[in-house]
Every structure is written in C-alpha cells, then in structure tokens.
C-alpha cells in the first residue's frame, strides 16, 4: 500500500529502490506518527471535518498503536512502503472511512517532519540526561582524586604538573558545552510543521496553533515553506550537538587508551572492563575506550554527511531528503551506547598514586621554579634563563610540589563553580 496509489503499477526496481531500508528506519517513528496522527485527528474534529465519534474512534485506535508499538508488536511489512501508510492501513481497516480521512488536510511530508521533530525532541532530552549522568561522575571522580597529581604534556612532551582531579574535572566542564550545543538543537526541533502540508499550507480551515499546544512544541514553524526547508536543516543541528559530545568523549577515551599504556602506566582498568590477546597471555586491553574512540569519530563525520546530502537543494521536498535517516538513526543508537557504557566504565578506573616520584617528571616544576624567582624580585627573562642554565648544567632542584591559586588553578579547582554552571546550563 502506498499513501500515493494511483493504480497504476510502479516497477518493481525503482520501487526496491526508493523505498531501500525506510521500513526498518520508520519503526523508530513509529510511536511519534501516531502521536501526530491523534493531534491531527482531533484538530480535524475540532475543524468540522470529523465527527465527534469518528474522532473519538480515531484517538482510541492509536492509542492501541502506540501500544503495539511499545510492546514490540508493530510491524511494517514488506508490502507497505513506508510506516505512514501502515498506520492509515490499520485505522482503515479497523474504522472504514474514518481512517480514510485521517489524511485529510496534512501530506506525508509534513507528517514525517512532524515525526522526526518530535522524535529528535525525545533524542536530544535523552541525550542530555546521560551527559549530565557521565558529568555527575567525572567530577565525582575529580573531587576524589583532586590531590592525586598527574604529569601535564604540551606536543606530547612533558610540560607542567596536573592532577586527576584537574582530568576529570576538565571533561567535566566540557560537556557543559556539548550541553549548550544541544539546547541550541532542541531549540530548533522544538517547532511544530504539522499544517505545512506539501510546502505550501493548505485550502482547509486547519488550526494549528490547537497541533502546536496538542504535540507540545514550544512554538509553531509559522511559515510552510520554511517548515519544508526544516527538513535537513533540523537532522544537522542536532548531529553537530551530537558530534559535539562525540568530540569530547572521543579525546577522553584517547586519554584513558595513552594513560593505561604501560609507557604512561598513570591508571589501570579492571580485568572485567579489558580483553585478552588470542597469542598473548599478559595482554589486557582497553578494547572498550578504543571503541568509544572509533564510533564517536565516526559520529563526528555525520554532520558533514547531512551537509552533502542537503547542499544546494532548492525550496520544497526532495526525496534526497530520505536519506537522512540512513546516517542520523544508528549514529543516536551509537551515542547513546558510548555514553551508557563511558559512565559504566569510568567508575572503576584506577588511578596511580606517587606518579611524580619517578625522576623524569622533575622537569615538570620549572615554571614553578622561575615563579618564585620572578616573585622574589627577579625579572621573568632572566629567572627563564637562570633556570634553563641550572638544567643545562645539571643543577636544577624540582621542588616537586605546587602553589596555584588562581582560579581553575592545579590547587583552586573551582569545581562547585562548575557545578553551578552545569545547573545553570542543563
């Protein structure tokens, strides 16, 4: 069944082939095509083009889809092309007319807008509940490692003292932007299409600001064409929020994979959080922070993807536009499953104590060292110089230990700061 059935017959190649995977993809839309089927339904009503039991009836039947939904019983078989025609074949089959003119007033290009407005409104919610879960964690980590100290690289070089608590409460404060980013997205899917018919409105009294309070979206996308060119634009913003988190897990993971080598030897994993070698009996591998690392980057990538897919294509739908789900879909599943197992993982990390005993990180306090020359009175470019000679010659003394006081500073964290900003931004 196809929503444009003529009658007349389609080839069976191009029908294999610009339907390609929706089936599978549209289950994930499901629920969400039949939320906005009931809004939609009891505008109708409200407008005079249901009756009052035809609307009822409407409302109740998918209800029961949504169960089905929920419960793992809906299914888009091979015959249908896609989940809004499976949807009107059931309310058609169940109803008679009244699923007839479920139809009336909308085109399956607002519907879909509508599907996957509503469905990335719950995505990017979601989303930031599991940043904010894996910042609960870093900077319980950060608070308890604070004074455990770290060795600090610039160009992969020793450069100056970190800490643990410094790490973990770096990424911590990251994701408050990657919080940001995905506000701004939710801001953009936050808009209601629905009424946007083909592009262009429609001739039926229709009211949709009733859809927009219905759906709950913040507000209405007014105009109908900027509603259709929505589409491309909404999947992009919030793939670069998503790239956004990508981004910082990514880099955490990297570090996580370094300080674990035995060359850093700074943290150790537990054997249920490593694999093994088929030849090597001793290895144990972070196999789980290398994953993390290769789907975040590959996260990364979407946007850029969205952008070709999009690039240039004039107002108005665009089957082009179908392909979006192909890279967006999965590429949520695989965020999500980074973070849930990130903030499974990183719970258990050990952290080495005494790091700094080892004599090849005493060169990690000379800018501690100058400093306190340049507060004793000495110019900065002649303490800098005093101190590379003492380490030219093999003379210089690492205090190996820390004085910073500024805020954000090895011994000033600031990590209630952080956390308020966090509250303010989430």
Known sequence: MKLWEKGIPTDEQIEHFTVGNDRELDLVLAKYDALGSIAHAKMLGQIGLLTDSETVSLVLALEEIIKDVENGKFEIEDSFEDVHSKIEYLLTVKLGDAGKKIHTARSRNDQVLVDVNLYLKDVVKELKEQVKSLFDLLMESAEKHQNVLLPGYTHLQIAMPSSFGMWFSAYAETLIDDIT???????????????????????????????????????????????????????????????????????????????????????????????????????????????????????????????????NLPSGYHRDLQLLKEGLFPAIQNLKACLDIAIFAIKDIKVKDNILADPKYNYLFTVDTLNEMVVAGMPFRDAYKAVAEQLENGTFKSPKETKHTHEGSINNLCLDAIKNKMNDSY
């Open 181 to 311: 980013m995905l506000n701004a997205a939710l801001k953009i899917v936050d808009q209601n299409p629905l009424g946007s018919a083909a592009g262009y409105g429609s001739s039926f009294p229709i009211n949709r600001t009733f859809t927009t309070q219905e759906l709950g979206f913040e507000t209405l996308k007014f105009n109908s064409v900027a509603a259709q060119m929505s589409r491309g634009k909404s999947e992009k913003m919030v793939a670069f929020a998503m790239s956004s988190v990508a981004a910082t897990l990514s880099k955490f993971a990297m570090d996580v994979c370094l300080y674990m080598s035995q060359n850093f030897a700074f943290i150790t994993l537990p054997s249920h959080l490593t694999t093994g070698s088929s030849i090597m009996p001793h290895k144990k591998n972070p196999d789980v922070f290398e994953l993390i690392r290769g789907k975040c980057n590959k996260i990364q990538a979407l946007p850029y993807e969205i952008t070709l897919i999009t690039n």
